[in-house]
């Protein structure tokens, strides 16, 4: 079974900058899919960025980007030019290409501060 | 971009009363939704995996005649919540993918609060 792990409970930041996410995963799978998804306090999930793993370029959303590390295992959520309103929870999820359903990590709260 | 309508958003009732929650993907079809219950702070707890026109696979530990899922077309999916009590106080979130594809992201209702009195 895939196993998503975000090992940052809690994270904060000072608007205007740079702060990372980490997400680690585990899979034999050789394709499939992740996510970031954020949760602000008004609680609907909203899909930040997806990255598909043939590809190995990092994809990017505007101020978002990923650091996916395929080898290590490793999804990382870059968050540039903070702003209060990017205050939320972030979930990192994984989609197999066999599975239905999505794994979801535990979630890393992020507040930024002003 | 793909909607997907939860309703109702909030729910205040009395112990014993039973709870429909109807989850509706607005501008594309889903094949397969998803029920979630999620605790203050914490991950979203999958219950169950609705198929339309088929039955429900319910993850371990989900009591399937207390938490009742129906999803009958390829745009609508309902939990019902049976003889609701106080420990059953939650946010509900449904989510539907696309049939476009399995590679399509979930795309998730805005959550229903569940208070039982």
Redesign the interface.
């Given at each position: 079974a895939q196993t998503v792990t975000q090992s940052q409970p809690e994270m904060s930041v000072q608007e205007a900058e740079t702060v990372t996410l980490s997400c680690t995963y585990d899979t034999s799978e050789n394709n499939y899919y992740l996510f970031w998804y954020k949760q602000p306090p008004s609680r609907q999930m909203i899909l930040v960025i997806r990255q598909e793993a043939y590809k190995q370029q990092n994809a990017t959303e505007n101020r978002f980007s990923v650091n996916f590390q395929k080898a290590a295992k490793s999804f990382s959520l870059k968050i540039s030019d903070s702003q209060l309103g990017d205050t939320a929870m972030y979930f990192c999820a994984f989609l197999g290409t066999n599975a239905g359903k999505s794994t979801f990590g535990d979630g890393t709260t992020l507040t930024v501060k002003p | 971009g793909a909607v997907v309508s939860q309703h109702p958003s909030r729910v205040i009732c009395k112990s014993g009363t039973s709870v429909k929650i109807e989850c509706r993907s607005l501008d594309f079809q889903a094949t397969?939704m998803?029920w979630y219950r999620?605790f203050p702070?914490?991950?979203?707890m999958?219950m169950a995996?609705s198929n339309e026109g088929s039955k429900a696979t319910y993850e371990q530990g989900v009591e399937k005649d207390k938490f009742l899922i129906n999803h009958a077309s390829l745009t609508l999916s309902t939990l019902t919540v049976t003889s609701a009590h106080p420990e059953d106080s939650s946010?509900y979130?449904c989510?539907a993918?696309d049939r476009g594809g399995?590679?399509q992201?979930?795309?998730?209702g805005?959550?229903t609060?569940l208070s039982i009195l």
């Open positions: - | 397969t998803f999620q702070k914490q991950s979203l999958l995996t946010f979130i989510s993918r399995s590679n992201p979930q795309h998730f805005d959550g609060r």
